[in-house]
């Protein structure tokens, strides 16, 4: 469920010490983490790197969201100390846009974190299955060397029975991997595609109305010895920000746009007039839709993804478990 996490201005809070929370940075100590990446397995040495540059962008994402909160607090106080009424509001709520922008790339780097959390998953199969490969690979070599230098020896025997058994259990092990591979490769990224078009579109609502605040400041040149009129939309200003609150706590995907069109006969009615969140490039959307319909499945917000993974966690589990034992016994 959507919380909007702003205030209606941040002026409010001050005494009480809410607001942006800056994080705390430090000089990192000398640690045998980055020596990691040169004792991983050959298997899973480019996917282990790859995972460690995912936590870098989500670093990124969340220094991000940190600046733009920083940014928005400087705007507002700035915004009140110029003594102009019209600026001080309008100021005060373009923050509070700014700072829910930034809560949406904290939003962003979760859905990131989760993603790598998947890719893991096949870092680790990558890793269990070199074994396996290595010991096939032993066995092959010892059978080589000793058909060289005595190929009538007896343990010829006893080794070429231990091949069969290394192959069959490489040969599980591959098929497992295989298998995980694709799936877990999938759902990743998944993941991260679905929170970026949550991502982007909650920010489109945000910057839209964003403009609609600006839309309410007077402009207008004034010549030396003129006053301005009186600032007269407060109200107004803080209706956008209302506006803001049902947007994102209305917005759906897609997806669930177009069941809600099928359910009821029609279409939503456009942002402009409705303030509902929809996409506006209609070559865009329709690009989208017939992709999702060739696929077969529609796109799901990151929150839907995350409640379904739960839901198959553990039937994924009991299934694959009875495909490693029957593949095993066939091999073998």
């Given at each position: 469920?959507?919380s ?31 020596l ?31 600046e ?70 032993k ?13 009538q ?7 070429e ?10 040969l599980?092990?591959?098929a ?8 877990k490769?999938?759902?990743a ?45 407060a ?40 303030h ?27 929150a ?9 966690t553990?039937q ?17």
């Amino acid at each position: 469920m959507f919380s909007f996490h702003r205030t209606l201005s941040f002026r409010s809070g001050k005494s009480s010490g809410r607001g942006p929370t800056q994080g705390t940075t430090g000089k990192p100590g000398l640690s045998f983490n980055s020596l990691r990446g040169n004792v991983q397995p050959e298997l899973s040495r480019r996917l282990y790197k790859l995972i460690k540059s995912e936590n870098n962008l989500i670093n990124a994402h969340e220094a991000a969201g940190r600046e733009r909160n920083s940014i928005a607090t400087q705007l507002s106080e700035w915004g009140e100390q110029t003594g102009d009424e019209a600026i001080s509001d309008i100021s005060d709520k373009v923050g509070v846009i700014l700072s829910e922008m930034g809560e949406q790339e904290d939003t962003y780097a979760h859905a990131l974190d989760d993603s790598r959390g998947v890719l893991k998953t096949i870092r680790n199969t990558e890793k269990s299955v070199q074994p396996s490969r290595d010991n096939k690979s032993k066995i092959a070599d010892e059978i080589a060397k000793l058909k060289m230098k005595e190929p009538q020896s007896a343990k010829l025997v006893v080794l070429e029975q231990e091949l069969v058994r290394a192959e069959a259990e490489n040969l599980v092990a591959e098929a497992q991997l295989t298998n995980i591979t694709r799936q877990k490769l999938k759902e990743a990224y998944e993941f991260e595609f679905a929170a970026t078009i949550e991502r982007a579109e909650k920010q489109i609502i945000l910057a839209k109305h964003g403009r609609r605040l600006l839309n309410l400041l007077d402009d207008t040149p004034v010549v030396p010895g003129d006053t301005r009129t009186e600032y007269e939309y407060a109200g107004e200003a803080r209706q956008v920000l209302n506006d803001v609150e049902d947007d994102l706590r209305d917005w759906r995907p897609e997806s669930q746009t177009q069941q809600y069109e099928v359910a009821t006969g029609g279409a939503a009615a456009p942002l402009e007039e409705t303030h509902q969140p929809r996409r506006t490039e209609e070559g865009a959307s329709a690009g989208q839709s017939e992709a999702e319909g060739a696929a077969g499945q529609p796109s799901a917000t990151y929150a839907e993804l995350k409640a379904a993974e739960a839901g198959g966690t553990t039937q994924s589990a009991a299934e694959g478990t009875a495909t490693t034992g029957t593949s095993a016994g066939q091999a073998i």
